[in-house]
Structure formats: structure tokens, C-alpha cells
């Protein structure tokens, strides 16, 4: 039985050069690819999303250890089977259109790929044929918008309705969020969810894809 | 290159009064000591007064100017207090600021039921027990007057329950003389000798003059004890503006300044150079409720102006820190306490104290000790001021992120996260949604938790038990002696 927790504390770290060490060590000692993946890095990930939720941790320590838990996966995903490769799963985000506020969408962003997922950032003043464009292209498991204005916020429903148009609609969750956005907008526009801030949503993107 | 003719604001820079107004301030408080002078109920600081040139008539106290400076001149500019084992400093000196605890309280709130009720000594060990965990606190005190031992001996029993779980400096009032030289046996206990404890001492003693103009003879008794044994003492008058002193703020701080400088004066010239910190208190009595006020804008005028004061006499000040006249952590208790500590910072007062009091000091709370931390963590933030230099301008990062990047991943970032911005420990700064989720918790609710958390941690006394052996027979002789 391999112990993750040296490797656990240099994600918490932020120090990528613990984090290849130890999972070179573990490697040497007969680890799984697939162990070292879920015990040791999603499950050293957790740790930090829970540490910042509970304000034990601040966002910029949460970024680093995002990257050093990268650092881990650069190592470990070539060495998964095919069918772990897939990791835990896929989402495209951006900002609606006619908004280009950026800041918030990109914390989810970071904070989702610190968690094992792919992300694939549209950027900002995204029209709504470029996120159908992107459902097709990515075939993602879910797909963020963010607005941060009332006026742009309508924008979201007019995105799920081409969803809808085109025949995507069940092939994707989709998530809101932003300042303005609440729960009960969320479910007027017929969105699948909605978190307040970017720690919920990682904890909201992981029951999503779990369901 | 060189950047030339600079001034750099290390901290915010604050002034209520003109060189001329302290002058008049000092002027005047000369001509109450020449002119009306004190009255002195102490047989030994009437014949030091007589013997150091002041003119006597029964027990009347005229003082002339010279003998107030050479008062002001003797007594030292700087005094540094250790805590009992060398760890916690509270350096008193032209604008340090330090925090600490408050003397003596009758009332206590509990911490589970929040009932009001006096003061035990279990309370003094837990509130020793909380201070020790409070990172902003530099001082800590009995807080309290132990209700369950007899009034004659309460200092030595608040010295030792202050002391069991606590090693910060130890800010205490005593009875009288004999109790202070007690007191000082107790910490000798410690030092290894009085000259040690003279050298670094771990205590700072509180007692006061009666306003107007009077010398108490148990007051004067245990000042001239802690001259003799050079431990540090604040003897602040506590003027309450149209009732021990005139209704006028600059009446009041002359003849509270009057007071003061009698009492440092009897102080010197038993034992010159001996350590001195200056606090009158002058705030207002509330005509409608005769409460003296700790709260609101009256006292921080005078503290803004006691400030300037003792740095036009060079003298260690003491000073006010998360005061409220509130009787419960609410609305004006984090307003009055908030804005206290700011203006006795801005005035650079050294000794602030009486964090964790509520009710213009008649009542402590544990969780008004923990929120008064903070209140004192976010000020010591704004007065670190604004550093400005080639790394905080930061214009080779804004070059590189430019339009549209983020600063969220950059080193600089990292690094200056924490120092640069501020976090609390209890107040919100969840989005409504997010703080509704767990549970629409108010600042009360996290302070009470966090107040539970401590006394519930299992933590080893910090004396050992042939320390107490020693302290209980100092004790068990004072009490023989009162028998």
C-alpha cells in the first residue's frame, strides 16, 4: 500500500517538484497509474477544494496547487489505460455575449482543471452559434456561461434554447453563474445548475457528471 | 539613476492639536499644581513631596515648575516588559502601540449561557487561556474581580489565575503596598531576583489618583512601592468632565495633566529614572445616565490629544483599545470598539488596553476579547500604510499581464496576497447565498463558537507545580499577616 501523503502535501504545497518526485517514488514502487490519479492527486485536490471552502486556504495557493497537481497529471495520463484517459470529465465555459467580464469564469476554470477536469476556456463576449459551435466541436459534459451584468445575464436562455433548436440540449449539462444570477434564474432559463461561488461549482460540476 | 528629495509615509499621520495648544494645555496644568495643588492622604509622599522643595500646608501639595521638570527629565523615554518567561514584548516608547487587557471588571457574561454574573476565578484562567490564542494581544490582565475569594487578598489570587495558562505580560492592580510587594514576590518567583525582575520586569501595575487633585493613601502606597522596586506603573486620573473635572474637554486634560504630573513627580523623587507611564482617562459623564462614557467622540478627542501630549513630554502613554459603553456585542459595540482603536492608534498611544470590556467597563466577554483581536488586526493593517516602491507599483507585471490577462496565477500575487489585503477571521464575506447555505451564521455566532473551541481545548498549565508551591506560600503568608 503506497502512502499519498507527501505527495498530498506538496499539492497542497503548490510545489510541483515534490509532486513529480513523489509520483516517480510511487511509480518505483509498483503503483497503479490509475491509483496514483485517484488517491493521490483528485483525492489531494479534494483536500485543497475543502481547505478553501472553509477559508483555510486562499485562492492564490489554490491556483498553485492546481499547477503542481498538473505537473502530476503531465506524468501520470500518458501512463493510463485508454479508457482512464477520458479523466473525469469535460467542460467548456465562457462569458455570454455582449459581456466581457472575465475573472470570475476564469477562477472556475482554474479551479475545475485543479480538480482533474478539462477545460476549454471560449473566453469572453461569446455569441451563442460560437457555444453551439463549441458543444459540437468539444462534446463537452457540461457547459458553463457566466454574466455579470442584468442585461446580459437573458443572454444564457437564449443560449439553451439553441441548444434546444439544434438538438444538443440532452447531450450537455448546463451551469450559470455570475453575480447577478441566482437559483431561481438558473431554473427559469432551464439551466441544470447554478452555484453562488467558484468552490460550489467545482463541488456542483462533480455531482453533474457523477448523475 | 537616483530618485532624489523623497519623503515616504510609513504610516498614516494624524495631529488634533498645534504645538501652541499643548504648550497652553501644559501651561496651565503648571499653574494648578503652583497655584491650588493636591491633597495627599500618604505620610511618606508628603515628606518626599517636603523634602523635594514642594510647599506644604497640612496635607495641601503646591508643586513648582522646577521640581515638574525634573520630574519629566529623570523619568525614562523607554520601557520594554517581557512576558514571565522571556516570550511576549510590549515595548513602551514615543509611538509603539501595544494591546492588552484591562484590570479589574466586576461582571462577567458567560461564555455558554450569556447570563450576567460576577466574576470567578475560573473566568481569569479562561480568559488567560483565550488571550494566549489571540495574535493581536500583547498584554493580558485579570480582567476581572474574582468574586469567590475575599476582596483583601483578590490581586494575588488574580496574579496567579491571570498566570496558569497564560505567559504574555501581566498588566494587574494591587490592594496596597503590602499586597504589591506580594505581587512582586510572586513574579520574583520567576526573575530569580528583584534586580532581575527590576532589569526585565513582566508586570505592569495599575492604580490611580482621585480626581480632582487628591493622592489615595493605599493609591500613593503602592506607587511609590513599584518606584522603589522600579516596576512599571500607569497611575491614570480618571476626569469625568463636569463632575471631577470642568465640563470643558482642554479644562479637563489640564488638570488630569495636573494630577499626573503630581503623581510622577512623588514617583521620581522617590526613585528617579523608575518607570512611568502616562494615562489620565478624561472622557464625559452622560448626564442622563451619570455612566462615564468610553464610548463615542468626546474621549477620543482626549485620547487623540493625550497622544500629542506624552510626545511633548517623551513619557510612555497609556491608551484605550476596543472600548464600547455597549452592554452586548451589537451594532455600536463594533462601531465604538472599531473606531476607539483606530483614533488610539493614529495617536500613537502606547499601553492600549481594556479589550474584551463591554459596558464602559463593567462587563467582560470572551468573544468581545476575540472580536477586539480582530478589530485590532484590521487597524495594525490600515496603519502599516501604503508601501510604495518599484516592486508594489508593479508596472513590469502590469506590462507583462496587459489587457484582458489575469494577476490571479503571477508570483507576485503569491506573495503579496496576504500582506497587501486583509482577512478576517469572523466577519462575513460570503455572498449572501453562500452565507445562507451555511447557515445566515452571525459575527456573535462565529465569535461564541470560536470562544467554545478554546475552552474546550485541553491545554497543559504553563506553571509548574513548584512554582505554585511558591506563589500559594507567598499567599498563605499575605493572609496570615491580614488574619
Redesign the interface.
Known amino acids: 500500500m503506497v502512502s499519498y501523503d507527501a505527495l498530498a502535501k506538496g499539492v497542497m504545497a503548490g510545489d510541483a517538484s515534490v509532486v513529480e518526485s513523489e509520483i516517480n517514488k510511487a511509480l518505483n514502487e509498483g503503483a497503479e497509474a490509475r491509483d496514483i490519479l485517484i488517491k493521490g492527486l483528485i483525492g489531494s485536490m479534494s483536500i485543497v477544494g475543502e481547505r478553501f471552502r472553509d477559508g483555510d486556504m486562499f485562492l492564490p495557493e489554490v491556483l498553485a496547487s492546481a499547477d503542481a497537481m498538473h505537473k502530476g497529471l503531465d506524468i501520470v495520463t500518458p501512463l493510463l489505460a485508454d479508457s482512464d484517459q477520458k479523466g473525469l470529465g469535460k467542460v467548456v465555459i465562457g462569458t455570454v455575449e455582449g459581456d466581457i467580464h472575465d475573472i470570475g469564469k476564469r477562477i472556475v476554470g482554474f479551479l475545475l482543471q485543479g480538480n482533474g477536469f478539462e477545460v476549454i476556456d471560449l473566453g469572453v463576449d461569446i455569441k451563442g452559434e460560437a457555444f453551439i459551435q463549441a458543444v459540437k466541436e468539444h462534446k463537452p459534459d457540461i457547459l458553463g456561461m457566466s454574466a455579470l451584468l442584468t442585461t446580459t445575464m437573458t443572454n444564457m436562455g437564449k443560449v439553451i434554447d439553441l441548444l434546444k433548436e439544434g438538438g444538443l440540449r440532452e447531450r450537455v449539462k448546463v451551469i450559470v453563474g455570475g453575480a447577478p444570477v441566482n437559483e431561481e434564474f438558473a431554473k427559469s432559463i432551464g439551466a441544470d445548475g447554478y452555484a453562488p461561488e467558484a468552490g460550489s461549482a467545482v463541488e456542483l460540476v462533480k455531482k453533474l457528471v457523477a448523475s | 539613476m537616483i530618485r532624489v528629495n523623497q519623503k515616504f509615509n510609513k504610516t498614516p499621520y494624524f495631529e488634533i492639536l498645534s504645538e501652541d495648544q499643548i504648550d497652553a494645555i501644559h501651561s496651565a496644568s503648571l499653574e494648578i499644581l503652583e497655584r491650588t495643588g493636591i491633597r495627599v492622604h500618604n505620610e511618606e509622599a508628603l515628606e518626599i513631596f517636603s523634602a523635594g522643595g514642594a510647599y506644604i500646608e497640612g496635607d495641601r501639595v503646591r508643586i513648582p515648575p522646577v521640581i515638574v521638570k525634573q520630574a519629566l527629565k529623570s523619568a525614562p523615554s523607554r520601557i520594554l516588559v517581557t512576558g514571565r518567561r522571556g516570550k511576549g514584548k510590549v515595548l513602551l516608547e514615543r509611538n509603539v502601540v501595544n494591546y492588552g487587557l484591562g484590570t479589574d471588571v466586576p461582571y462577567h457574561i458567560d461564555p455558554y449561557t450569556h447570563e450576567i454574573r460576577p466574576t470567578v476565578l475560573k473566568d481569569i484562567e479562561n480568559i488567560g487561556k483565550v488571550t494566549q490564542k489571540c495574535e493581536n494581544i500583547d498584554f493580558t490582565s485579570n480582567s476581572g474581580l474574582a468574586a469567590d475569594v475575599r476582596p483583601e487578598m483578590q490581586d494575588l489570587y488574580h496574579y496567579k489565575a491571570g498566570n496558569i495558562y497564560c505567559d504574555k505580560p501581566f498588566f494587574t492592580t494591587a490592594a496596597n503596598g503590602e499586597n504589591m510587594k506580594a505581587l512582586i514576590d510572586m513574579a520574583t518567583v520567576f526573575a530569580g531576583s528583584y534586580e532581575n525582575l527590576r532589569k526585565a520586569p513582566s508586570l505592569i501595575i495599575y492604580g490611580e489618583p482621585f480626581s480632582p487633585l487628591t493622592l489615595g493613601k493605599e493609591a500613593t502606597e503602592v506607587l511609590l512601592v513599584c518606584a522603589e522596586y522600579k516596576i512599571p506603573i500607569v497611575f491614570p486620573p480618571m476626569v469625568q468632565m463636569g463632575a471631577t473635572g470642568p465640563m470643558t474637554l482642554a479644562g479637563s486634560l489640564a488638570q488630569s495633566n495636573a494630577e499626573t504630573l503630581a503623581s510622577l513627580v512623588v514617583h521620581q523623587l522617590k526613585s528617579p529614572g523608575a518607570p512611568f507611564i502616562w494615562g489620565p482617562f478624561v472622557g464625559m459623564m452622560d448626564m442622563r445616565t451619570t455612566i462615564c462614557c468610553y464610548g463615542g467622540p468626546v474621549i477620543m478627542k482626549s485620547q487623540a490629544a493625550l497622544g500629542q501630549i506624552t510626545r511633548f513630554y517623551n513619557i510612555p502613554t497609556f491608551g484605550f483599545a476596543c472600548v464600547t459603553d455597549s452592554a452586548t456585542i451589537d451594532v455600536q459595540c463594533g462601531m465604538e470598539m472599531m473606531w476607539s482603536t483606530l483614533i488610539n492608534a493614529l495617536a500613537g498611544l502606547n499601553l492600549c488596553h481594556d479589550v474584551g470590556y463591554l459596558n464602559s467597563g463593567l462587563l467582560f466577554s470572551l468573544e468581545s476579547l476575540l472580536l477586539g483581536d480582530e478589530i485590532i488586526s484590521a487597524v495594525n493593517h490600515f496603519m502599516n500604510g501604503i508601501e510604495v516602491n518599484e516592486e508594489t507599483l508593479a508596472t513590469d507585471l502590469i506590462n507583462k499581464v496587459g489587457p484582458?490577462g489575469?494577476f490571479?496565477?503571477e508570483e507576485n500575487?503569491?506573495k503579496f496576497?496576504?500582506k497587501e489585503g486583509w482577512?478576517p477571521h469572523f466577519l462575513n464575506r460570503?455572498?449572501f447565498?453562500?452565507w445562507k447555505?451555511e447557515g445566515s451564521k452571525t459575527v456573535n455566532q462565529r465569535l461564541e463558537e470560536k470562544a467554545h473551541k478554546i475552552l474546550k481545548e485541553d491545554v497543559p498549565p504553563l506553571i509548574s507545580n513548584d512554582t505554585m508551591k511558591e506563589w500559594d506560600k507567598i499567599i498563605a503568608e499575605r493572609e496570615k499577616k491580614l488574619a
Do not use: V
Open positions: 484582458e489575469s490571479l496565477s500575487t503569491i496576497f496576504k482577512y460570503k455572498n447565498e453562500a447555505k
